[in-house]
């Protein structure tokens, strides 16, 4: 296989740092000896490593940062290319892996600079910033910095593999259609392809189409994969560290999340980070803890089908810890849904459901919402009746 240009690079680089070590070792080794034939290259490299090191920890800091802070600014350039090719079909493949390749260089970018800016810390000369000061400093930035290091190493991988995907895939792409259907409330996109060799929609190529039609649908999801990603970035923040119910709300509705006042969405609920924009929480409706909603499912009966519609709540509903909404379904005004249900279709008002799926065990008195049992003769086995939209 043909190797890329950035592995080629790593590969010479890595070259290039084993042959001085190597060198220098042996010229040492020799010296033990009584040998000095290469001691005045070795002093000569040691000196020019010195110099290369101080110079960029140490004297050129103030330049580094500049050239960084441009190079970073310079490459928005062919990050805005790709976005505004992947909107038209035949650039979008294209498109994309352009802003993938202007992401991992800022990821890179940023990874390098968290390390930079640790050796940096502690290359400065003690008579500038005191040892027991820079100790400090070192305490500080370490987990810090090491974090936020850690989150864009992840990310960095994330992309590589993302791009390397869609690079191998790039001439399946072309040899693909879709065709939209409407199930119900959802809409499914149909990928056809006569490429025996892509066997599910859970591909590059596939995805990218998806996307696209995705895009002329709604003009809206330029990229799902960066949404996502930044959605993701939000639901973990708003699911696991915010506290009040008020800040929750107001960040889910930055994912374009409708909520309208009194709603209450409990810790670590879980939003479909791909499409939250389909979801609507009507005025004082909820979920409880760990509750899932989905607004896209690739697990259906066809692997090459993604399907996609909104969830409602309508006013004074709720779902219980951990049930789970699949999409197209609205719960009905004043119902519940039992804590672990599974909901696959609609949930009529004044209901109560549970199970998996969720099936109707009360109702409630629409004027005092009071339980009242239902008709104990219904047959269980059309109530738990399924056909392939509900999966």
Known sequence: MRRSLARRSLETVLAIIIFLVAYILVASILEYFGIAYLVASR???LSGLAWFFNGLFRDWIAQYYFVWILVFQLNTGPFMIGLNMVKR??????GTEIYLSALLFWALLLVWNFIYTFFALAWIAPEIIPTSVKLVLLAVYFPIGGSFGALFAECTFDVAVYLKDCRAARADYNSM????KQTGRCTDIIIHTTNPNIKSAVTAAPMILAEQALYELNKKPLSNYIKS?????????????TGWVRSRALLFKILGVKIGYGCHISQWTKLD??????????????????ALVLTHNLMTFDKFTFRF??????????IGARAIVLPGVTIG??????????????????????GNPARPIRKLDPI????IKLDETASDQEAFTIDSADV
């Not at 990603?229 to 560290?241: D, R």
């Not at 980070?273 to 760990?290: A, N, Q, Y």
């Open 333 to 354: 005004e004043h119902s519940i849904v039992g804590a672990g249900s599974v909901v696959t279709k609609d949930v009529d008002p004044y209901t109560i459901v549970a």
């Open 368 to 371: 005092t919402l009071a339980p």
């Open 43 to 45: 002093d000569a490299i």
């Open 89 to 94: 079909k035949n650039w979008r493949y294209r």
């Open 273 to 290: 980070p791909m499409l939250p924009w389909l979801i609507t929480f009507e005025e004082d409706s909820g979920t409880g803890i760990d």
């Open 229 to 241: 990603v930044l959605h993701i970035l939000v639901i973990m923040i708003t699911t696991h560290i």
């Open 309 to 318: 519609g909104p969830v409602h709540f309508m006013p004074h509903s709720r």
């Open 177 to 180: 259609t879709y065709e939209v």
